[in-house]
Structure formats: C-alpha cells, structure tokens
C-alpha cells in the first residue's frame, strides 16, 4: 500500500515541468476541438494524434492521447448543448436538456454544469483507476499462454457489442481484423503469410496506417459525402458554474460517477451506456421527473457525469487484462503498443510505474478540460463556423503525413488508402471500424498464444479447457456469444424473472 501511494506521487511530480503540461494541455485543446466538430471523434482524434507524436518519449505520447480522449468527449458537449447534435455518440443523452437549456437562454449555465459534471466525475474515476487496476493486474498475473488465448478471444467476441445493434457485423469486422493481423510473417518461425509473394506485405500491416485509415480517411470521405447543416445558439450568459448547484447534486455526481466506471469496466459496453444508463437512474430518482428533456439540471449533470467517468474506467481492463471496452479505448491501447508498452497481465512486471502514470495523466487531463471549459469556450466556438469543405482536406493532409511518417514506407500510405476507402464502403453498409481494430490489436496476442499453448501441449487442446482460468474464460465467452441467439435469450429472461420472482416471493414471506 505504502508503496503504491509512494509511486503514485513519483508519477504526480514526473509530470510538474513545463513541457510535460504543454504537452496536456496541447492534447486537450486537439481533443475538444475534435469534440465540439460533428462527426468527428475522440476515436479519430486519438487516431490522427498517434501519427503524430510517433516521435516522442513514451509517457509523453500516452500523455497527449489521453487528454485527447478526455477532451474531445467533453468538447461533445459543446454541439449538443448549442446545436442539439452530440458532438460524439456518448454526449447524445446531453441533447435534450443541454440544448433546451439553451434555447430558454441559459447556454453558458448549461456549459457550465457539464464541466463541472465532467470534472468531478473524471476525478472519480482517476480515484478508481489507482485503486482497481493494480489489483486486477495482480491477479492476472497468473495468465498464462493458454489463458491469454481465451483473453484475447474474448476481447474479439466483445467486438459484437462495442459498438451498433447488429453483433453479427461487429463479429464480421472482428473476424476481419484477425485475418488482417495474421498478414506477414508469423512470430514463431518467421514464415510468411498471406503475402502472395508480395515483399512488401511481409511485415504485414502497421497499426498506424490501419487506424488513420479506418478512422480518419473513411471519416473524411463521409462527411464530405453528407455534410451537415447546423444553426448554434449564441452563447449569451456566463460559463462559470454555479457552486451551490453542484452541491445541490452531489448524490447525482456520486451515482452517475459510480454508474459510469461501472459500464467502463464491463467490455464492449461504451461510454454512451454510461451516459444514458446515468441519466435513466438519475430521472427515476428525481422527483421532478416531469422537468426531464425540458430542461432539467439533474439530467444534464447525470448525462455528462456519467459518460466522462465511464473513460477511466474503460482504461482499467484495458491496462490490466488487454480488453478495451470501447472504440476510443480500443485505439488507445494500439497507440500503447506501438509506444512499446503493451497493456495486460505482464504490464505490472515489465511497467509497474506505468499505471501511475496513467493515474497521474488522467488527473492532468481533468484539470485541462477544467481550465478550456471556463476560460477557453468562446475561442472554441469559432471552429464551428470553419467550413467542412476547408477543414476535411487538413485532416486528410495529416492522415497521408501520418501515415508514411511512422516508417517512412510509401507502401503504408497506400495501405491506409484501401482501408480508407474500403471502411467508407463498409460504413455506409452499418459496418463499424471498431471492432475491425480490436481485432487487428488482439490478432497477435491470440494467434501467438494459441501457438504457444499447442507446443507446450503436446498438440493438445486439453489444456485450453481443463485449467480453472480457461474454464471460466470459455464458459463467459460462450455464454456472451449464446446470448445474441434470440432462444437462448428468452429463456435466460424467463429463468432470471422466475428467480426474481421466487426471491421477492421469499423476502416477503421473512418479513
């Protein structure tokens, strides 16, 4: 324990210099700028800025995606507070109130509560980050090749849900990245694979072409293929929030943050279901449940509160065990592993300072959002009259940069065009790029593991079933896959509301 507090505060003091802090802030500022742009993402944004700090230190790198991915969920805000269109896919439950807020002439009082909201809650959840993952590392420790196949699969079969209503296609585009992980040469005896005697495919396909393509060159050609119309509320009244408001719903904040890192922790679930889960609780205890969607504070604090907790939360499996529970978290650990950090069991052996450091960046990256949002919120507001038909060719500019800059290989630029265009396609079919990244992430770790485990075998498969972890693993991936078959599912509901029914029935009885 001692310990642990100890590295804590070493990796609060790494992080007190001048560059270090530009660096946060730096990232914050790409990232709400990438937040309050509709269409674009804290996915594309932590994509574009891997490419873009392939260069620097480690921990400086992790520094700048991280605020990044704080920043752009709470730049989301911005337009769903303004412009009634959710800046990202987690700020779609702020909609409602946000803008009705604004429409009534309170849109710097509604700004306001949602920093405030996203403040706290981060700093919750960094609370909870500190405290969980190195527990649950420790007891991943125990993994080995044939556990971390079953870890692997099941990272993959949560593909089905990360993101959309269609697991079938979230599997489909799953299953594709493993086929594209499984390009070049293989990790065991160097033999090449699927490169149809093309040297160039013989290192197989970089992570950095894959995700600036399947994020940031397939974003581009879809906004310019459906550009959107908007009309923003001005901005009258003052942002600073209202502290006797927050005190008012501090058991909204404690929920809705405890809700949010809840839904962070459970795979494949974004941060989206923190959001709306947060707001559902928070309308069933209010009692002003008629003021929901007119304008309600309890519902635009619990909306914001509870997807801005939900990131360190999704950050905990993805340290601890390898499993990233959303799309931003997804490209989060690719832009871990192509830092040479890799997220898993192994992480508190060969980095246990990296996950306080991960702590203290989380901490940085609240403060910075605190900061835009009180004093940076109008400067901002100017990206939004920025037409989509100048800023779409920059961000294309940056992804061919991106692209060819982590290895200097045209070949990678070539690379992220067919995935580019091929995700466009893709996406207009309600194909999502994903879980094509998880599976391009876990593709190694799975096929490496799976190889392992049969030469320490023998051949056999025995051992994928009969060890306790295995067994537990492959009873849940199963039983997630078995879920999504419309039979199996109606008899698990009718089996869990008879024993429902049988509990409250016995609880009754006792009183």
């Known amino acids: 324990m001692l310990q642990g507090l100890s590295d804590l505060g070493h990796a609060y003091l790494s992080f007190l210099n001048p560059m270090t802090l530009a660096y946060g802030l730096g990232g914050a500022f790409v990232g709400i700028v990438m937040g309050i742009l509709p269409g674009l993402s804290a996915t594309l944004a932590i994509a574009l800025l891997t490419t873009l700090t392939i260069k620097l230190q480690a921990n400086d790198a992790i520094l700048v995606l991280i605020c990044s991915y704080v920043g752009a969920l709470y730049g989301g805000s911005r337009t769903a507070i303004l412009l009634n269109i959710p800046g990202t896919a987690a700020n779609a439950a702020s909609c409602a109130d946000g803008y009705a807020l604004a429409q009534r002439g309170e849109a710097g009082r509604a700004i306001g509560i949602a920093t405030s909201g996203a403040f706290v809650s981060t700093l919750f959840g960094v609370v909870c980050l500190a405290m969980f993952t190195p527990l649950l590392a420790e007891v991943a420790l125990s993994f080995g090749a044939f556990e971390f196949f079953w870890l692997a699969l099941f990272g993959v079969t949560m593909s089905g849900s990360i993101v959309g209503n269609d697991p079938l296609k979230g599997w489909l585009m799953g299953l594709l990245g493993l086929l594209v992980a499984q390009v070049g040469q293989e990790s065991l ?12 495919l013989s290192g197989g396909i970089s992570l950095i072409p894959a995700l600036v393509g399947a994020f940031g060159l397939a974003e581009v050609l879809t906004t310019l293929s459906d550009p959107i119309e908007r009309k923003m509320v001005e ?10 408001e927050i005190i008012q719903y501090r058991w909204t904040v404690l929920r809705s943050g405890v809700i949010g890192v809840f839904t962070g922790l459970l795979p494949g679930v974004g941060e989206d279901a923190g959001a709306w889960m947060s707001y559902a609780a928070a309308k069933a205890a209010s009692k002003e449940k008629e003021q929901f969607g007119k304008g309600s504070i ?32 997804a490209v989060l650990m690719a832009a871990m592993i192509i830092h040479g950090i890799q997220p898993g069991p192994m992480l508190m052996i060969q980095h246990p300072q990296f996950i306080y450091e991960v702590v203290a960046m989380t901490t940085l990256a609240s403060i910075t959002i605190l900061l835009f949002g009180l004093f940076g919120v109008r400067p901002l507001l100017q990206v939004l009259r920025v037409k989509r038909s100048i800023l779409m060719p920059i961000v294309f500019l940056l992804c061919t940069v991106g692209a060819f800059a982590s290895a200097s290989r045209l070949f990678d630029v070539y690379a992220m065009l067919a995935i580019g265009i091929g995700a466009f396609f893709l996406r207009r079919r309600g194909y999502e790029m994903a879980p094509f990244v998880l599976g391009l992430v876990l593709g190694p770790l799975l096929d490496k593991s799976l190889r392992r485990g049969l030469v320490l075998s023998d051949g056999s498969l025995a051992p994928f079933f009969t060890r306790p972890i295995c067994m537990g693993f492959a009873a849940v991936t199963i039983f997630m896959i078995l879920l999504y078959v419309p039979a199996f599912k109606s008899r698990v509901r009718r089996f869990t509301g008879a024993a429902g029914a049988q509990m409250r029935s016995l609880l009754g009885r006792r009183a």
């Open 189 to 200: 005896y160097a033999y090449n694979r699927f490169t149809f005697d093309w040297d160039e």
């Open 298 to 329: 309890d519902g635009l604090m619990a909306a914001e509160t509870g997807d801005m907790a939900s990131i360190p939360g999704h950050i905990i499996p993805s340290l601890a065990l390898g499993i990233p529970g959303s799309a931003p978290s």
């Open 235 to 244: 901005l009258k009244d003052s942002v600073l929030p209202r502290w006797k």
